[in-house]
């Protein structure tokens, strides 16, 4: 398969549908790690084509919806500022946070500008010398590269009005902890196929082995995740528990070096709060001492922080796989993707927005 369309055929995707009923005896609840893949369930049906036994659970990896309450609130204080020049990816802007969104702060006057590569906030703090230029690096170890390079440049051009707002999160660790919880369900996953891409699948080899559940790098058309269903059902069906490789075309078994070595130049394992879950120990990524100039913490003096997050919304249990988007009393009612009341809700690749958006309008409350 070469083209787009051939990973949405059909006939193709009814072949596999058949081959996963054909093989399954148990049932059995697999998590789709990321963000991208859950929406593509929900858009096509492709949890409808399944066998009533085998439940998709949506994961952890959509970076919005995890970036904590406390790090938006850090982002619209430092928006607020005079002087600053705010840069983000645009889906950042409408994520909530205690006081508000950073399109409300935008409303208000500040200078935010939504970019679509980090490396654009080094041309926007060179042309404007007197302002203070801040990225808001928000992602998994696929945007992570592309931010640990920018920070590199700026140090190399000794660019000194540039920072960066650091809230890059590790998928490896997380699929621990949801492992490690006491309401567990996942029985195997579909890692995310660009996150593998950049790092490879080494780093699930131990977790296989730690806690003999199936991994499958899948991803995100149609026929990769019904692929990647199928080899996870079919290994748990065998009572084997590997980690496989789906999605070929792209990831290779090390990864991308390259993209790893600018992210151990520029970046150390730190831990990080994941919102909606709470801390992960070495789940995060933080700039090096010798980089610190460029941590817009510690440049505008904001480290602690706490926030409480809204009491109604449980995203912390959808994120982890223990309970599905409609069965959040706020869902379709007071929380809408026009009022969101928590991140899951904000993102497109956020599991709420895709409920939202794709289901049947009668789970709308
Ligand atoms: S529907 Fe809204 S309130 Fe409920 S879990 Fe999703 S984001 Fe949170």
């Avoid at 806690?211 to 009572?239: N, S, W």
């Avoid at 789906?246 to 831990?271: H, K, L, M, W």
């Avoid at 904001?302 to 912390?316: N, R, V």
């Avoid at 690749?349 to 289901?359: H, L, N, P």
Wanted: glycine share 8%; hydrophobic share 40%; aromatic share 8%.
């Amino acid at each position: 398969m070469k083209y787009i369309d051939e990973y949405r055929d059909a006939e193709s995707a009814k072949r596999y549908s058949d081959l996963i009923h054909s093989i399954t005896t148990s049932p059995w609840a697999i998590m789709e790690v990321c963000g991208g893949q859950t929406h593509a369930i929900v858009k096509y049906g492709i949890d409808e084509l399944l066998p009533k036994g085998v439940t998709l659970l949506h994961g952890p990896g959509c970076p919005v919806c995890v970036t904590p309450v406390e790090l938006i609130d850090k982002a619209l204080e430092i928006a607020s500022r005079p002087g600053v020049i705010f840069c983000s990816f645009g889906d950042m802007l409408r994520v909530p946070g205690t006081k508000g969104d950073l399109f409300s702060v935008k409303a208000k006057g500040a200078d935010i500008r939504i970019v679509y590569s980090p490396l654009d906030t080094l041309k926007i703090a060179r042309e404007n010398p007197s302002k203070e230029v801040v990225f808001f690096a928000v992602g998994f170890e696929t945007t992570a590269p592309a931010t640990a390079m920018t920070v590199n440049q700026a140090s190399k051009m000794d660019i000194k009005n540039f920072s960066i707002l650091v809230s890059h999160v590790l998928v490896p660790p997380a699929l621990e902890a949801i492992l490690s919880s006491h309401n567990n369900n996942v029985k195997g996953f579909l890692a995310a196929g660009h996150v593998c891409t950049i790092m490879g699948y080494t780093e699930y080899e131990p977790i296989v082995e730690k806690y003999h559940v199936p991994i499958v790098v899948t991803g995100f058309e149609p026929l990769d995740i019904l692929q990647g269903i199928y080899m996870c059902v079919k290994q748990l069906e065998e009572a084997r528990a590997e980690v496989e490789n789906q999605y070929t075309r792209s990831v290779i078994r090390v990864g991308n070096q390259a993209a790893q070595d600018i992210i151990r130049e520029v970046f150390e394992i730190i831990p990080r709060k994941w919102r909606g879950i709470g801390e992960i120990s070495a789940s995060g990524l933080g700039l090096r001492n010798e980089y610190a100039s460029f941590d817009a913490e510690r440049q505008f003096g904001i480290t602690e922080y706490s926030c409480e997050e809204s009491s109604e919304c449980i995203s912390g249990l959808v994120l982890k796989g223990v309970k599905k988007p409609h069965e959040c009393e706020a869902f379709g009612g007071r929380c809408t993707p026009e009022h969101p009341l928590g991140a899951t809700m904000v993102s497109s690749e956020g599991a709420c927005a895709a409920y939202y958006r794709y289901r049947n309008t009668s789970l709308k409350k």
